[in-house]
């Protein structure tokens, strides 16, 4: 394994870590205790344009081929240009995203970009619809965003639950039902809806659309309350006789032929699911690392300032600490290089995931008893990061789902 870091990511770490400690972290805290997500049109995303993010993965053009290559030998994201002697796309995510959720996680699901919805368009979608859904994304007139809806009232963890219909109509798809928990949703341009057209067939009967803002039927945006990570929004939504045309079903009509729920049946929906999952599995559990180092940074210094670091079961238990924080790293940095390196990721991905939100939750625990009654007076950052980590071991499947999948993997069993 290679996690050689190069200048210029280094730099864009700086870069991060500038942003993060002067805008990041004080607009976060700002939005948990307004208890709302950042407004859209707050000047800070397009702060974020002119500094070139908020942007697509996708290199669009001819560079879309190389993308589509690497993808079908691996079915991990793209790896682009950037091989060799430096971090490739995965790794950089990784680490990216680890640096951000240090300074703020809420606030770094709300930059603009594709967000969740991109791995779906990358991994399934034909040259045609990446460039449509895309392109806008390259280099962006305004923040915008994309959002990703796979979760349900009645369907979370068991996805192969999901009850919204899709039927066929001309030249058209009828979508009808409810979403819930869809990061961005209600700001985004477009979303990836996932449906069943069969729900007899389970896994095999899913099939992902773009559906657009503005198509009719789509609608009753509600923002969800929720306990922490108040800088973005989680929303539900409702799909009604929601009329979305052919050419946004992802991948197109051919990728899930063969749909009778016979043996070899393609299950090209669900897969496309799964492939997401591999690229952003690592990203949450790196984030989760990010929010426990900073309750570690948090422990430690109040253990310097108030010399609880004479007392060896507070040393211990910063030590276990970061420990635990330095596994889960290597953990989703080692299912990040696999990704890059065009390796099957499955287990590592769920490994970094199913680690380090624990050993995250650990560090903010360890902080709020530390910091007794400073801590849970309720103004203080351990606080804050103690309420918003529980949501990393829940988003992209739970620490049980993935125990599930490591050890199906073990026995041999396929996936679900
Ligand atoms: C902050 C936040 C953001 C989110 N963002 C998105 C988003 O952008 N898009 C989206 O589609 N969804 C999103 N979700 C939804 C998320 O993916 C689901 O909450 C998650 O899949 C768990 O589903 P559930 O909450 O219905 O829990 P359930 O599936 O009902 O699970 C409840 C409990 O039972 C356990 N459990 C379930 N099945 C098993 C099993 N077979 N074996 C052992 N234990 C089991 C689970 O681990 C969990 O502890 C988000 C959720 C949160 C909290």
Not at 294 to 312: C, M, V, Y
């Amino acid at each position: 394994m290679n996690f050689k870091i190069d200048d210029e990511l280094r730099k864009r770490l700086a870069g991060i870590r500038e942003l993060g400690r002067t805008q990041i972290r004080p607009l976060g805290l700002e939005a948990d205790r307004a208890g709302k997500p950042v407004d859209p049109d707050h000047p800070f995303y397009a702060l974020l344009l002119k500094l070139g993010l908020g942007r697509t993965r996708w290199l669009g053009g001819e560079l879309d081929a190389e993308q589509d290559a690497t993808r079908s030998r691996v079915g991990s994201p793209p790896s682009g240009g950037e091989r060799g002697h430096k971090a490739g796309p995965s790794l950089t995510g990784v680490l990216l995203s680890e640096e951000l959720a240090y300074w703020d996680r809420g606030v770094a699901v709300s930059f603009p970009g594709p967000g969740l919805g991109e791995p779906p368009v990358l991994s399934m979608g034909t040259p045609e619809q990446k460039e449509r859904f895309l392109a806008r994304f390259r280099e962006p007139d305004r923040p915008r965003w994309g959002s990703f809806a796979m979760t349900e009232p009645g369907a979370g963890s068991d996805v192969a639950a999901i009850r919204t219909s899709c039927k066929r109509d001309g030249d058209h798809w009828i979508l009808d039902g409810d979403k819930s928990f869809a990061a961005n949703a209600s700001r985004a341009d477009w979303i990836v809806v996932w449906a069943t057209a069969d729900t007899s067939l389970g896994r095999a009967g899913h099939r992902a659309f773009v559906v657009e803002r503005d198509t009719p039927g789509l609608g009753d945006f509600k923002i969800e309350k929720k306990m922490g990570l108040k800088a973005y929004e989680s929303t539900s939504f409702t799909l009604r006789h929601c009329r979305v045309p052919a050419s946004h079903l992802l991948g197109g009509e051919a990728t899930y032929s063969n749909q009778d729920g016979s043996r070899g049946a393609k299950r090209a929906g669900f897969k496309g699911a799964l492939q997401s999952f591999n690229a952003t599995r690592p990203m949450i559990g790196a984030m989760a690392v990010g929010i426990g180092r900073a309750a570690l940074d948090e422990a430690a210094a109040f253990a310097r300032e108030h010399d609880l670091g004479s007392d060896p079961r507070v040393r211990d238990r910063l030590e276990r600490t970061r420990r635990k924080l330095r596994v889960a790293r290597l953990l989703c940095w080692r299912a990040a290089w696999l990704a890059d390196q065009q390796q099957p990721n499955i287990v590592e991905a769920s490994m970094a995931k199913a680690h380090a939100p624990a050993a995250a939750l650990d560090a903010t625990l360890l902080g709020m008893e530390l910091l007794g009654e400073v801590g849970a007076r309720g103004d203080h950052l351990i606080e804050k990061l103690f309420r918003d980590v529980k949501a990393m071991d829940i988003v992209e499947g739970t620490g049980q789902i993935q125990h599930i999948v490591i050890a199906r993997q073990l026995v041999g069993l396929p996936r679900e």
